[in-house]
């Protein structure tokens, strides 16, 4: 109707001005709507700020920074997301698993919670989530004290399980559904119109030949690219505006860099890379402990996005999606990896506290057994 009366208005100007009409106004696009992706992988439970680290510059220079610790995290990431209203945190496997005693020895319960502090929604499945086994791994998600490992669950407190959600689309159990849901949608409703992304979650296919046969038992890891590109229509039939790919597998770099590096990029995540739909135009890569942002080298792909956050949570990357909101596309996308802690963010006081509390408890028997600790991914 009042689109009627629109044409019928326009036609009486038209045919009421015929001599004098006003010079076309170009159409003035609307403002681009950012979307923010923070993200990390490989935390592998290192709670704790470790001793200074030290690294070295492209220049051959060293020096040692203090990096690290779910408190200085935390505290980096709620930096990060102020003046943001529309951010997602993000993680890309191994966030458990092959972690420090402090984590371990209560079956990196205090890791989930301290996930859950800091903000996580979506995380991607890694090899060494299924260190402790298929079941062991959907209490991660479900929480509860039901037992099946060695080790007495709930030892220090009710474990309520991940506010976040697990993601593992190439995870299949014996009945053919995967063990945790592939996909996962987040809405944005902002001033301009509501943009929508979408993500898929996973591991490397090799997952099953990293873990204890015990761990990956009944389970079957399939093919990354393959599933990947599968689940896209699905994604777009639920409105997703562009695809973020949280995978467990990753590159590495022939030299150090401070993280925003690419150049020289090798490893088994270029020939997923190659085969993957370019609606995936954004990738969350973990799993080489290596740190990297990729924008649009030929290897990744024009226009895509590849980054990683090394490990430990020593960096957090920040990841900026722009759209334009009439017609939903993807107009540009960024990323930069920032050194968590080294004395410019503080410390989260929550995170703080809840590390504080297993560090006690951890205490007495850290002095007793060191701790087995070392990941290689
Ligand atoms: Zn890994």
Known sequence: MIRRIVAALAALGLGACAARVAPPTPSVPAAPVEIQVLAFN???GNLQTPDPVEVAELDGARHKIVTGGVAHLAAALSELR??????VTVSAGDTIGASPLISANYLDEP????MNLLGLEFN???NHEFDRGGDELKRMQAGGCAKFTRRKPCAVEPFAGAR???LAANVV???GSTIFPATGLKRFDTPAGAITIGFIGMTLKGTASLVTPSGVKGLSFKDEAETANALVPRLKAHGADTIVLLIHQGGKLPKFTTGNGCEGLYGEILPILGKLDPAITTIVSGHTHWAYVCRGTPQVGAGRLLTSAGKYGYFATDVRLRFDPASHRLLSQDARNIVVGNGEHGEDASEKALVDRYASAVTPIASRCPAPRGSTG
Do not use: E, K, P, W
């Open 42 to 44: 490989d935390f592998h």
């Open 82 to 87: 102020a003046g943001h209203a529309n951010t």
């Open 111 to 114: 890791t989930i919670a301290a």
């Open 124 to 126: 991607s499945v890694g």
């Open 164 to 166: 976040f959600r697990y």
């Open 173 to 175: 159990q014996a009945d």
